[in-house]
Nanobody, 125 residues
Framework: QVQLVEFGGGSVKAGGSLSLSCAAS????????MGWFRQAPGKQREGVAT????????YYVDSVKGRFTIRGDKDKNTLYLQMDNLKPEDTAVYYC??????????????????WGQGTQVTVSS
């Protein structure tokens, strides 16, 4: 059974940084897609950053390019998201997810099968 557990959410002022991690178990890290998604109140869940673990290709939504960095650690079966220069509009619940069939980093929510429970990120102005 695939299990994903997120860590690292919290509150920070605009311009600050946070680092999220997602510990994965129950599946093979290689040749899958893993990603970070977020959902703000009243909005649809969106892809923030994803990675194809088999080749390293990545996807970032335009609004976070240059500020967020996704990274995977195959040995630890862990996914990370470094978030710098945070903005109030980054406030959301952040979810880690896994897609079992992929060849490049997939950006869409519907492509992902397994989800973590989410962690809150709040950025104040």
């Amino acid at each position: 059974q695939v299990q994903l557990v997120e860590f690292g959410g919290g509150s920070v002022k605009a311009g600050g940084s946070l680092s999220l991690s997602c510990a994965a178990s129950g599946y093979s890290y290689s040749s899958n897609c893993m990603g970070w998604f977020r959902q703000a109140p009243g909005k649809q869940r969106e892809g923030v950053a994803t990675i194809y673990t088999g080749g390293g290709s990545t996807y970032y939504v335009d609004s976070v390019k240059g500020r967020f960095t996704i990274r995977g650690d195959k040995d630890k079966n862990t996914l990370y998201l470094q978030m710098d220069n945070l903005k109030p509009e980054d406030t959301a619940v952040y979810y880690c997810a896994v897609a079992e069939l992929c060849w490049v980093a997939l950006p869409a929510v519907d492509d992902y099968t397994y989800w973590g429970q989410g962690t809150q990120v709040t950025v104040s102005s």
